[in-house]
C-alpha cells in the first residue's frame, strides 16, 4: 500500500501538476532569464541617453520577423486585443523599464519590477476572479524581499523619476499579463504568431514616442549592434514566444513570479562581469527569493497533506 505521501505524489503527477508542469515552467524562465541581462547590456554595451530607441530595437525588428515567419495576422476583435496586450506587455513596459534602468542603480530598478507578482496576485482577484490568496501575497512579499537584500545597497540611488518608471513597468507588465490569461490566444495563431502581433504592436506604438522625446536614433557601432541583436532576437522574439506559450498553459500567479529570476540573473552577472560581490545578505536573499519562486509553482492541494485533503474534500 502506499504510504500518504507518495499517494500525494501520484495524484500531483495524475493532474500535472506540479511536476508535470515542470518542462513548462523551465522553457517559460527563458525569458525572465534572459530578460535579467538587460541590465548588463544597457549599461555596457548600448549608447547612453536613447532607452526609447532600445525599446524599439527590442520589440519592432522581432515582431516583424515572427509575422513573415508565421504569416497569421489578428482577425476582428483581436486587433484591437493584440494593440492593446502589445503596448501593455511590450512597448509600454520596454518603454518605462529602460527609463528605470538608465536612471536607476540596477538593484534599484530590478527591486521595484519584483513588486510585479505582487500586482497581479490583486489583479486575479479583480480580473480573473479568482479567490483572494494569503499565500500568494505572502511569498510575494518574500519574493519582492528576498530581491532587495540581494541588489540593493546603502548607497542606492533614488531617482523619483526613475522610481515611478520603474513601479509604472511593474503595472504595465502585470495588468498585460493578466489580460493575455483572461483573453487567452485565439485559435489558429502560433505562439509565435501571438508573440510577433504583440512585439510589433508596442513597436509601432514606441517608434513616434521615441522620435518625440529622443530625436533621431543614435550612431551604432559593433558593440551596440551586438547589444541590440542580443535584447531584439533573444530577449525579444525568442524570449517573448516562450512567455506567451507559458502563460497559456501555466497559472498567472505561477508565471509571475518567475520574473524575479530576471534581478537574481542581473546580479549574478553582475558579480561575474562587473566585478561586484555577493556578501552572506545576498545570498540571504538569494534563498528567498528562490523559495518564492519554487512556492509560487504549487498548486494549494500540494502544499500540505492538510490542504489536500480539505481541498478534495470540498464541494465543487
Known amino acids: 500500500m502506499n504510504s500518504p505521501a507518495a499517494q500525494r ?4 503527477l495524475s493532474r500535472g501538476a506540479p511536476y508535470g508542469n515542470l ?3 523551465v522553457l517559460t524562465a527563458i525569458a525572465p532569464v534572459s530578460w535579467g541581462t538587460t541590465y548588463v547590456v544597457v549599461t555596457e554595451l548600448l549608447p547612453p541617453g536613447h532607452p526609447l530607441f532600445a525599446a524599439v530595437m527590442r520589440a519592432l525588428p522581432a515582431g516583424l520577423i515572427a509575422l513573415a515567419i508565421t504569416r497569421i495576422l489578428p482577425r476582428g476583435g483581436w486587433w484591437w486585443k493584440a494593440a492593446v496586450l502589445g503596448v501593455l506587455n511590450i512597448g509600454l513596459l520596454n518603454a518605462l523599464l529602460f527609463i528605470a534602468a538608465e536612471r536607476l542603480p540596477g538593484g534599484v530598478a530590478a527591486t521595484l519590477a519584483a513588486a510585479q507578482p505582487l500586482i497581479v496576485a490583486m489583479l486575479a482577484v479583480i480580473v480573473l476572479h479568482e479567490q483572494p490568496s494569503a499565500w500568494r501575497l505572502a511569498w510575494g512579499v518574500t519574493g519582492v524581499a528576498g530581491v532587495g537584500l540581494v541588489v540593493l545597497g546603502p548607497t542606492a540611488a533614488l531617482d ?3 522610481i515611478v518608471a520603474g513601479l509604472a513597468s511593474a503595472a504595465s507588465m502585470a495588468l498585460g ?10 485559435a489558429g495563431a502560433t505562439p509565435t504568431a501571438f508573440a510577433g502581433w504583440q512585439l510589433a504592436a508596442g513597436g509601432l506604438f514606441l517608434v513616434p514616442v521615441m522620435f518625440l522625446v529622443e530625436g533621431p536614433p543614435p550612431a551604432i557601432d559593433l558593440t551596440a549592434a ?3 541583436l542580443w535584447l531584439g532576437l533573444v530577449g525579444g522574439l525568442i524570449a517573448y514566444v516562450l512567455w506567451f506559450r507559458g502563460i497559456g498553459t501555466l497559472p498567472v500567479t505561477s508565471v509571475a513570479v518567475l520574473v524575479l529570476l530576471s534581478p537574481l540573473v542581473a546580479a549574478v552577472l553582475g558579480a561575474l562581469l562587473l566585478g561586484q560581490t555577493l556578501g552572506p545578505i545576498q545570498l540571504v536573499g538569494f534563498g528567498l527569493a528562490l523559495a518564492a519562486i519554487v512556492a509560487g ?11 489536500v485533503s480539505t481541498s478534495e474534500g470540498t464541494p465543487k
Open 9 to 12: 505524489v501520484s495524484d500531483g
Open 23 to 25: 518542462s513548462r515552467v
Open 160 to 162: 523619483p523619476t526613475g
Open 177 to 186: 499579463l493578466t489580460l493575455t490569461k483572461r483573453w487567452g490566444r485565439p
Open 226 to 228: 551586438l547589444g541590440y
Open 297 to 307: 509553482q504549487l498548486p494549494a492541494s500540494t502544499r500540505s497533506p492538510d490542504s
